[in-house]
């Protein structure tokens, strides 16, 4: 028998805390559950874990195959999975990612199979600001219009890595012609279908975003920019304040999510960021 979890939802319909979940130490049926919580909730948490990067690896493999990382720079030596985020330098040199994932996104949209989900665990945190934001596209597509559904439904988008690294705000780069053929540009839909359970998403993206296909832009681009504004309203976002030690996962083919800036003149943080292989949207 599949053992109760104790939940409490990070906001009303979405998300999941699970406690008194020692994610080194639990067994296989606790673990299968905390899986099947994450599928049926869009977003988890587990506070106060301790994990070292063979039992980030162990945990991160029971939704699937790990995913690599378009950039590898960054990379965890000896773990190619493994991604740091950090605003620290040794030597002179960033040791992580600084301010990536700000702006509203879902993760490798840009690939023809986007991440299945996202795993933070947080190392080191600022005592302000940091946080990451998730906002629930199940919960947004279903306070739609029956018409507005149906129109949206005929709707693809135009993802591009390339339009994302020469227009965002930070960390933009002029691609090499390798980066530039090993990601090139995908055609997903706009109103996706959650392979576990079949539940509608509204998965409208920002960055990657070039065009709505047969839409001229600016019209393309500015209906992009309503949607993600409805998808983003305090009723479908959830806030996470982090706190060291936290694991937080979520579901890339219903959420929306961005980093938010700090002080990174007076904090430091550190974080492991881990993907798993996903699907082609449908």
Not at 58 to 86: C, V
Not at 103 to 131: F, R
Not at 200 to 227: C, F, H, Q, R, Y
């Amino acid at each position: 028998m599949a053992p109760q979890l104790k939940l409490r939802e990070l906001k009303p319909g979405f998300g999941a805390e699970i406690l008194d979940v020692d994610l080194k130490t639990a067994d296989d049926e606790t673990l299968d559950a905390v899986v099947d919580t994450f599928n049926k909730r869009g977003a988890i948490l587990l506070r106060g874990q301790e994990m070292e990067p063979d039992d980030l690896m162990a945990f991160i493999s029971r939704f699937g195959e790990p995913e690599g990382h378009t950039q590898t720079q960054f990379t965890l030596p000896g773990y190619p999975e493994i991604f740091i985020l950090s605003n620290r330098e040794v030597d002179g040199k960033p040791i992580g990612a600084h301010n990536d994932g700000v702006g509203w996104h879902t993760d490798y949209s840009y690939k023809e199979e986007p991440v299945k989900c996202t795993m933070l665990y947080a190392k080191e945190v600022p005592p302000e600001g940091s946080d990451t934001l998730l906002a629930d596209q199940c919960a947004a597509y279903n306070a739609l219009s029956e018409d507005r559904k149906a129109e949206l439904d005929k709707l693809k988008l135009h993802h591009s890595y390339q339009h994302l690294m020469s227009t965002r705000e930070f960390g933009r780069m002029e691609l090499s012609e390798e980066m530039k053929a090993a990601n090139p540009d995908v055609i997903h839909p706009l109103i996706r279908t959650h392979p576990a359970n079949g539940r509608k998403a509204l998965w409208v993206s920002t960055g990657t975003v070039k065009e709505i296909v047969g839409m001229p832009n600016p019209d393309g681009l500015e209906l992009v920019d309503e949607l993600v504004d409805f998808v983003t309203r305090d009723e479908f976002v959830h806030r996470h304040k982090w706190q060291v030690g936290d694991i937080l996962m979520w579901d890339n083919r219903c959420t929306l999510h961005t980093g938010t800036v700090y002080d990174d003149t007076k904090y430091y943080r550190l974080m492991h960021r881990l993907w798993v292989k996903g699907d082609k949207p449908y």
